[in-house]
């Protein structure tokens, strides 16, 4: 058990579908290290990008959460609901000069560099420019940042080199999920993050944005993701299964195996009280440490009915 209460971690879906077991990963690995600290867990909605979402997935996921007797602190939050606060952070980027419009279309980027991140924005609009409807970027310079990760060590990008400058508020008026990440992080006093390597590599422009805002640094423990026997990542858009309400307990334990843990024989018979109860006993992180992924082929049989 940890010496500190003053731990909050949280889990933070977006509603783009049910939750499938490598979503179910994060909630599990977010909410166990947590509570094994005597910390609280919080659960935020983030529903900040309608085109990627499924109407009702909330309700889903919710409800998904409660069958698996996953108990959070606070009522669930939505990101939605923290829009001034966004608004607010935008402003002062621009206030302080650290952020600019920006009218490059696509087509504008076609010949733009491109690295793991993604296109390296060139900076052809660091100077201003005139139009009516644009992105808002924030600078990046070529300093490193870094961040020590709990599970996978050092990790540090160069922003400038590896993205460029990156959009905060898209062209389409909605705020970009770096920005509303940080800033909900910090509204709700989340002191430790814990969740998929998928998000990783967005770690150090979240830093970024919360040096420019003058926000603290939570620590990061990014857990490996749950892939297919290919290899390919479990999720909507690999066809990965909404996880099933009638069988908690043993995907459950099924989730404690994938994440290194060892469950005694015999517990995926018992109750949920009595599985959570010996996992938040038993829980260790640091047994993923440097693990990037975690097979689920041989899991998935609880997904079939019987
Ligand atoms: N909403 C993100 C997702 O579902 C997770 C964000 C985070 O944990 O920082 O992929």
């Known amino acids: 058990m940890s010496e500190s209460g003053d731990y909050v971690g949280r889990f933070a879906p977006s509603p783009t579908g049910p939750l499938h077991f490598g979503s179910l990963l994060a909630a599990v690995a977010s909410y166990l290290e947590a509570r094994h600290r005597n910390g609280r867990w919080l659960v935020r909605i983030e529903d900040m990008d309608p085109p990627r979402e499924q109407p009702g997935a909330d309700r889903l996921i919710v409800n998904a959460l409660e069958h698996y007797g996953f108990e959070w602190d606070d009522d669930i939050s939505y990101q939605g609901a923290s829009a001034d606060a966004h608004r607010e952070a935008l402003d002062r980027l621009a206030e302080s000069g650290l952020s600019y419009h920006c009218n490059c279309s696509r087509k504008d980027l076609a010949d733009a560099p491109r690295g793991p991140l993604g296109i390296i924005y060139p900076g052809t609009c660091r100077a201003g420019c ?132 060892s469950p005694p024989d015999g517990l995926d018979t018992g109750s949920l009280d009595e599985v959570w109860k010996w996992a938040i006993e038993h829980w260790q992180l640091g047994v993923l440490r440097g693990k990037t992924s975690v097979e689920t082929v041989a899991r998935t049989h609880h997904f079939s009915s019987p």
Do not use: N
């Open 130 to 261: 005139d139009a009516d409807e644009y992105a808002v970027r924030v600078r990046t310079t070529d300093e490193p940042i870094g961040f020590e990760d709990r599970l996978q060590g050092r990790q540090e990008q160069r922003l400038e080199t590896e993205s460029g400058d990156f959009v905060v508020l898209r062209r389409d008026g909605l705020v970009a999920y770096h920005l509303a990440v940080v800033v909900d992080d910090h509204l709700q006093g989340i002191t430790d993050i814990v969740r998929g390597i998928d998000l990783m590599d967005s770690t150090p422009r979240q830093i970024w944005l919360q040096r420019c805002l003058g926000l603290h640094t939570p620590t990061y423990a990014h857990i490996p993701v749950a892939v297919h026997a290919d290899g390919s990542k479990l999720s909507k858009l690999t066809g990965a299964p909404a996880i099933p309400l009638d069988r908690a307990v043993p995907v459950l334990v099924a989730a404690l195996a994938a994440l290194g843990q």
